[in-house]
């Protein structure tokens, strides 16, 4: 368990690490505002935490992120896409759990009234005893790191005497503490004019397909296994929220529910992942304390670390689909988690890790979610969310039949005898069974009563127990669903860190910034200029912007009479992968930005050139070996 | 004005052009909710007024239609998209105008409770009068034909006076209702833990661009004119939502603000537009009762009828925009705003008009809103949102110099004397220079102070007033901006029931659902199916499918033994626009869904011959005349 310190807490390790990667994530951060990949929103009247704008590059990089999400797995596994709006009433949130238990633990400020989140204080104080006081035994640091351990799971009393304990007050003020409470985390409203029925806006996208799943059953030709996909804005009104990018108030899920039989979780297309290799973190290895290693998947699945094929599958498919935007492999590792961090509900769950300055970030969470949200909803409901399998031909099935006798139970039990009934007819095979023999053998038994909370005397005469045979033709169930879900701003962030490096200008005078984005994801395909302002350059130019506009490459003209160097650095900078210069009427040059390796191509290819190797038909190594080369001259770093 | 009744009102027209509006409708409806192209929202709950699911086909539209406007709007003309949160504060919506004035006027039935829309129900009084009382006079026909032409014109009391007077109650009910008052249609909600910070789900998404202003134009190198875009999703809490699909509690909006320098709406592209023709419908038609028209847009331009160029333009793009989709032009126009319909700043507002069963229905807004937007988040942020442009050499102007003297002023009119210092700066040129000859004249004069609502004596040595010469380097403005606004929803509801058709099944003995949606948009471009259930078939089908993921084109492939008609009917009413047979390994029939024209095409080249017609690279027309038909046999429509 110490392991899970290690694993989850940020901003541990030496301090220089901590203090390089406080200045990494600065000069990232500055260069993503500067250029407008985000905005605070609503600056002008002074913001409001947790809510950012994309600007123009960073929406081109969420528009190709979540095309290729929709290329990737909604048209390659043809999922059923699904569009559910943000307001959702208060009865579907109340059978998901999310009215009861989507709280976080808050303590206020007991003069001013700020608000605080209770664990995050606490692992304030802890990390900061941790890491700045000398003076603490090794007895008490192992306590802290216990307490880090802990803290997911601590409940409002174990916080409160922790935060007492420690003597903890507010940050700024150092008032006094209230005691922690929760707070629940949706943005609540009000549908319609009436003020009379409460709603919410969604926390995920996940609920609007499982209140669905009939119509999609149906839609699928009532055929298991089938996924259905959403992409949409969800929302959590945090307490106070930090991690800039990473933990907002409202930010874009993509969600798929991938629906199985419980009986038959093996995929078709498994074999097409089982020979990845790449970081796993397995529940054994973070409880001993060993760190996380390369295993290949099929592995993982046939010894059962990882639960069934089908949640193999998709972890293998996050994995594609993650370092094909430009994740960096090393730095991206599938975290299983503990058992006290799991739903007890859950058969299997993993998150797909991003290590960014702010530690290793939860992306992605690829979870076996059994039959618990289809039930839920049906219970509520009272609509059956069910799949059924027809035989070939009908089987002969063993059923259990409880049959508890109303008039024997009512002269016994009065107004007790509805919470029998219910209790006898909600036993389980073995627990009737055993029922059945004891009061054959002893005539009578004491049982349980969960709703009256103690246990009653069954008497023989009470109830009928037995085993019959009958002849089936369909076996109804519950599905299970795995559920992969993506935090679509949290991998952008971190394709942002992973994409960033800086490089000394040509004079060496400066450092300069280069976001290293796949064409895929960048913002921006290519940048045409000419080379010079000259009126016959720049026709050519705005040709050649049109042929690119007709072929779909976005792009940009910057006929700004800056040096070519400068304008290189410009582009460079907003991770545009190519750059056009315009020094001729009839070709011109084609500049990679990480290589510097440029390339001569005819006006009326470039479109062609430009699209293949943008859509990845073609790689720049390929157009490389094919293109006559350029080096030195008037287009060179060199000219600023 | 008598006409705007004939141009707006829904439901007119002989009666049985009504019932067969409805029952196409009717069967538009129906097929659209069975194939799951929208699902009301919640559905097992019961539901939820004015909010509606996309199921599968309808979702997999809706992002081709997004998809193709990024094309059309964003990637054409290089726009600065943007995408900001939904939550917003209510700073940003006081600015906007929209705490106050987003308001529909509501009454309550006075027994139950239950809210109505006061304009609904006059509305649906009028329409009935007119339509089933054949007792009434001509006289009381014009009044009842007034009454609907002023609807939008009633004040909250005038309403209340009408709904009195013709003796309305609630509907079903009969109960008497309340005076009518205002509803503000955002849905509210709080921001952050402490329930201190209103906040509201946002009513549109322009405000998250002009709020950007200042940014968007840094990034746009401080030039004007640039046009910012955002898709994203819009709220408004209807007081009783009708009309199905059209009038919905959440939707997808598509807006552009263009910026413009007010002294010059010419735009570099409008060549490419001007002589396109199409039904527009002037201000001055629908005052003198006649009805839309075609007019090219040039001469509309060039006449005034349009305001200027920019906005010609943007008319222009957006009917190029509709009927690419499947948009009938016949049933298209540009009806032009009546000066009662438009908000006091704007300077001209054309709406893109689609006909459809509900009669014509407003898609897209293009108004030029002069400066009123960045003006009024200047004043409320105290954040200049200006453009300015630089002098090629410093000119010279004459500026008006107003200086209060605040001693004489205090000495005069003691705590008054700031409301004076401010009335007095606050004149324009023309009442300085006239108060300076009377000052001057007479010595003194009668003064109007706003703010203290009476005149008082102002004497000449109170104030001086002059004209300076000033050499100046640049102009600084407020932009004007032309927004045009996408109602998505509608956009796609409209396109639904103009794509829709039936037609006799080859026996005859039922009628068949088709969809005639292009390509660019259809949700699925092609259905793959073995001709009859076989191993070697499905492995080439399942080969086509792969080769068809891989050159990213939508498809679904149907192995249920149905027969080959029945499977042509079940696409065909998805609006898929191409059925692929396997009915060989080599080559396979290609059938087009609305001639049901069929070629053959081998294996090998289908994916590239898929890609190109579905893209629009090629029509079927080009395609048809080059493979060879396939007329007789096995996989034509009379196997069913």
Same mark, same amino acid.
């Given at each position: 368990?110490?392991?899970?310190?290690?694993a989850?807490v940020?901003?541990?390790?030496?301090a220089?690490?901590?203090?390089?990667?406080?200045?990494f994530?600065?000069a990232v951060g500055?260069?993503?505002?500067?250029?407008?990949?985000?905005?605070?929103s609503?600056?002008?009247y002074?913001?409001?935490?947790?809510l950012?704008d994309?600007g123009?590059?960073?929406?081109a990089?969420k528009?190709?992120?979540?095309?290729?999400?929709?290329?990737?797995?909604?048209?390659e596994?043809?999922m059923?896409?699904?569009?559910?709006?943000c307001?959702?009433?208060?009865?579907?949130?109340?059978?998901?759990?999310h009215?009861?238990?989507?709280?976080d633990?808050?303590?206020?400020?007991?003069?001013?009234g700020?608000?605080?989140?209770?664990?995050h204080?606490l692992?304030?104080f802890?990390?900061?005893?941790?890491q700045?006081d000398l003076?603490?035994t090794a007895?008490?640091s192992?306590?802290?790191?216990?307490?880090?351990?802990?803290l997911?799971d601590f409940s409002?009393e174990?916080?409160?005497?922790?935060?007492?304990e420690y003597g903890?007050t507010?940050?700024?003020?150092?008032?006094p503490?209230?005691d922690?409470?929760?707070f629940n985390l949706m943005?609540?409203?009000?549908?319609?004019p009436?003020?009379l029925?409460?709603?919410?806006?969604?926390p995920?996208?996940?609920?609007?397909i499982?209140?669905n799943?009939?119509?999609?059953?149906y839609?699928?030709?009532?055929?298991l296994p089938?996924?259905?996909a959403?992409?949409?804005?969800?929302?959590?009104?945090?307490?106070?929220?930090r991690?800039?990018l990473?933990?907002v108030?409202?930010?874009?899920l993509a969600?798929?529910?991938?629906?199985?039989d419980p009986?038959?979780?093996?995929?078709?297309?498994?074999?097409?992942v089982?020979n990845?290799?790449?970081?796993?973190?397995p529940?054994e290895?973070q409880?001993?304390?060993?760190s996380?290693k390369i295993?290949?998947?099929?592995d993982a699945?046939?010894?059962?670390?990882v639960?069934?094929?089908?949640?193999?599958?998709?972890i293998g498919?996050?994995?594609?689909f993650?370092t094909?935007?430009?994740?960096?492999?090393e730095?991206?590792r599938?975290?299983?988690?503990?058992?006290?961090?799991m739903?007890?509900?859950?058969?299997?769950?993993?998150?797909?890790?991003?290590?960014?300055?702010?530690?290793? $970030? &939860?992306?992605v969470?690829?979870?076996?979610?059994s039959? %618990?949200? =289809?039930?839920? /909803?049906?219970e509520?409901s009272k609509?059956?969310?069910?799949a059924?399998?027809?035989?070939?031909e009908?089987k002969?099935?063993?059923?259990?039949v409880?049959?508890?006798?109303?008039?024997?139970?009512?002269?016994?039990f009065k107004?007790?005898?509805?919470?029998?009934v219910?209790?006898?007819?909600?036993?389980n095979?073995?627990?009737?069974?055993?029922?059945?023999s004891s009061?054959?053998?002893?005539?009578?038994?004491e049982?349980?009563?969960?709703?009256?909370?103690?246990?009653?005397t069954?008497?023989?005469n009470?109830?009928?127990i037995?085993?019959?045979?009958r002849?089936?033709?369909q076996?109804v169930f519950?599905?299970?669903v $795995? &559920?992969?879900?993506f935090g679509i701003?949290r991998?952008? %962030?971190? =394709?942002f860190? /992973?994409c960033?490096?800086?490089?000394?200008?040509?004079?060496?005078?400066?450092?300069?910034n280069?976001?290293r984005?796949?064409?895929?994801?960048?913002?921006?395909?290519?940048?045409?200029?000419p080379l010079?302002?000259?009126?016959k350059y720049?026709v050519?130019?705005?040709?050649i912007?049109?042929?690119?506009t007709?072929a779909?490459?976005?792009?940009?003209?910057?006929?700004?009479?800056?040096?070519?160097?400068?304008r290189?650095?410009r582009?460079d900078?907003?991770?545009?992968?190519?750059a056009?210069?315009v020094?001729?009427?009839t070709?011109?040059?084609v500049r990679?930005?990480?290589?510097?390796d440029?390339i001569?191509?005819n006006? &009326?290819?470039?479109?062609?050139?430009m699209r293949s190797?943008t859509?990845?038909?073609?790689t720049w190594?390929?157009v490389?070996s094919?293109?006559p080369?350029?080096?030195?001259g008037?287009?060179?770093e060199?000219?600023?």
């Amino acid at each position: 368990l110490e392991k899970k310190l290690q694993a989850a807490v940020t901003g541990g390790g030496p301090a220089e690490g901590a203090l390089t990667r406080e200045a990494f994530r600065q000069a990232v951060g500055n260069t993503l505002e500067r250029r407008l990949f985000y905005i605070p929103s609503f600056k002008i009247y002074g913001g409001v935490a947790g809510l950012y704008d994309y600007g123009p590059p960073g929406c081109a990089v969420k528009s190709n992120v979540l095309s290729f999400w929709r290329q990737h797995f909604v048209l390659e596994e043809n999922m059923l896409e699904v569009d559910c709006p943000c307001v959702t009433p208060e009865d579907v949130l109340k059978a998901s759990g999310h009215v009861d238990k989507f709280t976080d633990l808050m303590v206020k400020d007991e003069k001013t009234g700020d608000c605080h989140r209770a664990d995050h204080l606490l692992k304030d104080f802890c990390n900061e005893k941790l890491q700045k006081d000398l003076t603490i035994t090794a007895e008490k640091s192992q306590e802290l790191k216990h307490v880090l351990a802990m803290l997911d799971d601590f409940s409002s009393e174990e916080l409160g005497a922790k935060i007492k304990e420690y003597g903890i007050t507010a940050p700024d003020t150092k008032n006094p503490l209230s005691d922690p409470y929760p707070f629940n985390l949706m943005f609540q409203t009000s549908i319609g004019p009436s003020g009379l029925i409460p709603g919410y806006m969604r926390p995920e996208t996940a609920q609007g397909i499982f209140v669905n799943f009939k119509d999609l059953y149906y839609y699928n030709g009532n055929k298991l296994p089938f996924a259905a996909a959403q992409i949409g804005q969800a929302f959590r009104n945090e307490i106070s929220p930090r991690q800039g990018l990473l933990r907002v108030r409202e930010f874009t899920l993509a969600e798929i529910e991938h629906f199985v039989d419980p009986e038959d979780k093996s995929h078709p297309k498994y074999l097409e992942v089982e020979n990845l290799e790449f970081l796993m973190f397995p529940r054994e290895e973070q409880m001993s304390g060993q760190s996380a290693k390369i295993i290949r998947l099929g592995d993982a699945v046939s010894k059962g670390i990882v639960n069934n094929e089908t949640l193999g599958y998709f972890i293998g498919r996050v994995y594609l689909f993650l370092t094909r935007l430009g994740i960096d492999k090393e730095r991206l590792r599938f975290r299983q988690h503990l058992a006290n961090e799991m739903a007890h509900y859950a058969a299997d769950c993993w998150d797909a890790e991003i290590e960014c300055s702010y530690g290793w $970030i &939860e992306c992605v969470g690829i979870a076996d979610r059994s039959a %618990y949200d =289809l039930r839920a /909803h049906t219970e509520k409901s009272k609509v059956a969310l069910v799949a059924s399998e027809k035989f070939a031909e009908p089987k002969e099935v063993e059923k259990l039949v409880i049959t508890p006798v109303k008039k024997e139970l009512g002269l016994a039990f009065k107004k007790r005898q509805k919470n029998i009934v219910e209790a006898l007819e909600a036993m389980n095979e073995k627990e009737a069974m055993e029922m059945k023999s004891s009061l054959e053998s002893k005539g009578e038994v004491e049982f349980f009563v969960c709703t009256l909370d103690k246990y009653e005397t069954i008497k023989k005469n009470m109830v009928s127990i037995s085993k019959e045979k009958r002849k089936e033709h369909q076996r109804v169930f519950t599905p299970s669903v $795995i &559920e992969p879900s993506f935090g679509i701003g949290r991998i952008i %962030y971190c =394709l942002f860190e /992973h994409c960033f490096y800086t490089r000394p200008s040509k004079a060496g005078d400066e450092q300069l910034n280069v976001f290293r984005f796949p064409p895929l994801v960048a913002p921006i395909k290519c940048t045409v200029f000419p080379l010079v302002q000259n009126q016959k350059y720049e026709v050519v130019a705005t040709a050649i912007s049109r042929s690119l506009t007709a072929a779909g490459i976005s792009h940009k003209i910057d006929v700004t009479g800056t040096s070519i160097g400068k304008r290189y650095a410009r582009t460079d900078e907003l991770g545009v992968p190519f750059a056009i210069t315009v020094d001729s009427t009839t070709s011109v040059t084609v500049r990679e930005r990480d290589s510097k390796d440029q390339i001569r191509v005819n006006v &009326e290819e470039l479109a062609a050139v430009m699209r293949s190797v943008t859509e990845g038909q073609t790689t720049w190594a390929d157009v490389w070996s094919r293109f006559p080369h350029h080096s030195a001259g008037s287009t060179n770093e060199s000219e600023d």
